[in-house]
Structures are given as structure tokens and as C-alpha cells.
């Protein structure tokens, strides 16, 4: 009896889990979700007009979103820290300010890193902190806490791989990026 059962549970595997000789067909004519979305997506804007030129009949000026994102600089921390540096406070000023300028068309990106120190799940944890820290930094200068998003790299996103300390200390910070 034992032998027929599991005779009859080999069967139907070999049964279920065999190979389909037809090929898939697919149906052009009906509209997919993804083609749904589409048709209903904005135009994303490539350019942002500063402040500045807000005055009637004045020249724009107008800063398209890779000028903007090359005005953003990274926010460096120390080792095994996620407070950030006095001499840190002049780009938080900064990077506030290009934010402040483009936040009506694009939100903000932080990006946690850290070095190669500690365990995957440490680093991961210490980048959100450090982004988190410099997204409490930012609302204070008066950026919109709803255009900040936060992503943690942990140590995933080097951009210096030599073993030495100054290279260690490039991978310890939060990077900038723009989002339409």
C-alpha cells in the first residue's frame, strides 16, 4: 500500500513539473497596466528656474537638473558616527539652499554610506542614521521634510577601494540626489 502511494506522489510530480511543449501566447491587442501608466505619466521637467529670476521681464535663469545635482555636495562623517561635523555645517547650508531652489520640481535623494568596518546589517543601519541626521539638518534650514527620501548603501557603494584611512574616510558620508 505504502509503495502505490508514493508511486502515485512521484506520478503526479513528474506529471506537474514537466515541460510545455506550446509555445506562450501573447496578446498584442489588450492594454497592459504598464501601458496604462504610461499613457497617464506627466512630462518629467528638465529644468528649474532659481529664485533669483523672479522678477517680471528680467532674464531666466534657468538651472537644468545636472547642474543642480553638481552644486550638491556630500556630507562626510566620522568613524563609527553619525553626528554631524561642525565643519560640516557650511555644505548643510549650501546643499539646503540648491534644495530649497529646485524643491517645486524635484525631490531629494540621501544616500547613506559608510566604510567597510562592521557587520552588513550595522553599516546599513549606521547609513539610514546618518542620512536621517542630515535629513533632520536639512528641515531645519527650511527644506520640505516631504520632497527628503532616505536610502541607506551601507557599504555597498564605495567610491574608494584602497585599504588606507583617507579612503575609509571617503566612503563615510551621505551623498545628494535629485529625483523628478
Known sequence: MKSIVI????????FFSGCSEKAP?????????TQEVVKEAKPVATEVVSPESSSVGSNLNVMKLSEAEGKLTSIYFDFDKF???PAMQGKIASDSEVVKMVSDTYGVKLEGNCDEWGSDEYNFALGLKRASSVKKALVAEGVDA?????VSYGESN?????????CWAKNRRVDFSLLP
Open 7 to 14: 508511486s502515485g506522489v512521484v506520478a503526479s510530480l513528474l
Open 25 to 33: 501566447v501573447v496578446d498584442t491587442k489588450a492594454s497592459t497596466p
Open 146 to 150: 516631504s520632497k527628503i527620501s532616505m
Open 83 to 85: 553626528a554631524i561635523k
Open 158 to 166: 564605495p567610491v574608494c577601494h584602497d585599504k588606507t584611512q583617507e
